[in-house]
């Protein structure tokens, strides 16, 4: 089979993944009667989830519009430490990405590069600094899901930093957070049973942004290989 081939399986699988999706988190909603306001950034991030797995640029643009309806969600439910993710950190900074992609344009996707040792550490420390300060802060503010909560936004917020700089281990990471952000929706489910709609896209994202892993890392390796043949 020619890559060119196997490029139009993917999209055919990524295609009829998103269609059964977006079915699911329908006949869960009915089910649970929930607001179709309060799904409505589901359907939409079923579109960047899409965008993500092809690491295209244009994810962070609808993905920064999304974020101030997942806000306006996540304040319904007290997930206040999202709520801040969501509408401070998410909305400008994947608006910010979408640009500083966009000037270093390669192909449908941006020039990738990685971290180093020292940024590596600086990172991992500042990183842990605001784990223990979301943990201080979010009772205070009385948020029911304090250690999923600030753990999954902490990272998420690094992961913001990182594709914004397109730094590769944003892709890992991502995977990481999934896992939490999954974990997350399952414990909500005993005392709101509607947030299945969340943890049927949760699924979806993950298999995304596993996808999007291999992608960048394709993406990267061909970006350095042609660099070697210009020198």
Same mark, same amino acid.
């Not at 009667?33 to 359907?43: A, E, G, K, T």
């Not at 993500?52 to 999304?66: D, E, F, I, P």
């Not at 896992?179 to 005392?191: E, F, N, P, Q, W």
């Given at each position: 089979m020619t890559a060119k081939k196997q490029f139009a399986a993917t999209d055919i699988f990524m295609l009829v993944l998103m269609a059964c999706t977006a079915i699911l988190i329908t006949v869960a909603g009915i089910r649970f +009667?929930?607001?179709? %306001? +309060?799904? &409505?950034? &589901?359907?939409i991030s079923l579109i960047v989830g899409l965008l993500?797995? +092809? =690491?295209? +640029?244009?994810? $962070?643009? =609808?993905? $920064? /519009?999304?974020s101030l309806l997942y806000g306006a969600v996540y304040f319904y439910y007290g997930l206040y430490g999202s709520l801040f993710s969501a509408? /401070?950190? $998410?909305?400008? *900074?994947? /608006? =910010?990405?979408f640009i500083r992609w966009n000037k270093n344009k390669w192909e449908h996707s941006t020039v990738l590069r990685k971290l180093n040792f020292k940024q590596r550490l600086v990172l991992s420390v500042c990183f842990t600094a605001a784990l223990i300060a979301m943990w201080i802060i979010l009772p205070l503010l009385g948020s029911q899901y304090v250690f999923l909560d600030a753990l999954t936004n902490i %990272?998420?917020?690094v992961i913001y930093f990182l594709t914004m700089f397109a730094y590769i281990e944003y892709t890992f990471l991502m995977i990481v957070n999934g =896992? *939490?952000?999954?974990? %997350?929706?399952?414990?909500? &489910?005993?005392?709101s049973p509607e947030m299945t709609t969340y943890l049927i896209y949760s699924v979806y994202s993950f298999i995304c942004i596993s996808i999007a892993f291999f992608?960048?890392?394709? &993406?990267?390796?061909d970006q350095q290989a042609e660099v070697k043949n210009e020198h």
């Open positions: +009667r929930q607001s179709f %306001l +309060r799904i &409505l950034p &589901l359907y993500q797995s +092809r =690491v295209n +640029r244009y994810a $962070s643009l =609808v993905g $920064s /519009l999304n509408v /401070l950190f $998410s909305f400008p *900074i994947q /608006l =910010v990405t %990272l998420g917020i =896992v *939490i952000g999954t974990a %997350l929706y399952i414990s909500m &489910l005993g005392d992608e960048a890392k394709k &993406l990267y390796c």
